[in-house]
């Protein structure tokens, strides 16, 4: 129900956009977020966004650099990563909450992709 892709390999500097699409039925009415889980690591909170866009939150690691968005239209969730650094390598994971705003717990999120990984070389 919730499918990412646009992870890959990038060098450290360089940007890469995230996708996920979302069944309407998950999405329309739900805020969206972006996790990741960097090798030996924790999955940690990213970014969110509430349910019509107008509201966002972002990870202090990420903040000036990431940008969330959503396309209600097209039921997918974007994230813009620039300036990207080699601690921002991770498997990154959509997740539909069960709130319509923005949410930096993981707990609140009741759907999950299957992640895609983003490299990024020094």
């Known amino acids: 129900q919730l499918v990412e892709s646009g992870g890959g390999l990038v060098q450290a500097g360089g940007s890469l956009r995230l996708s996920c699409a979302a069944s309407?039925?998950?999405?329309?009415?739900?805020?969206m977020g972006w996790f990741r889980q960097g090798p030996g690591k924790e999955r940690e909170f990213v970014a969110s966004?509430?349910?019509?866009?107008?509201?966002?939150l972002y990870a202090d690691s990420v903040k000036g650099r990431f940008t969330i968005s959503r396309d209600n239209a097209k039921n997918t969730v974007y994230l813009q990563m620039n300036s990207l650094k080699t601690e921002d390598a991770a498997v990154y994971y959509c997740?539909?909450?069960?709130?319509?705003?923005?949410?930096?717990?993981?707990?609140?999120?009741?759907?999950w992709g299957q992640g895609t990984e983003v490299t990024v070389s020094s």
């Open positions: 997740a539909a909450s069960r709130s319509m705003y923005v949410q930096n717990y993981a707990g609140t999120y009741r759907y």
């Open positions: 309407g039925r998950i999405f329309r009415d739900n805020a």
């Open positions: 966004i509430s349910y019509d866009g107008g509201s966002t």
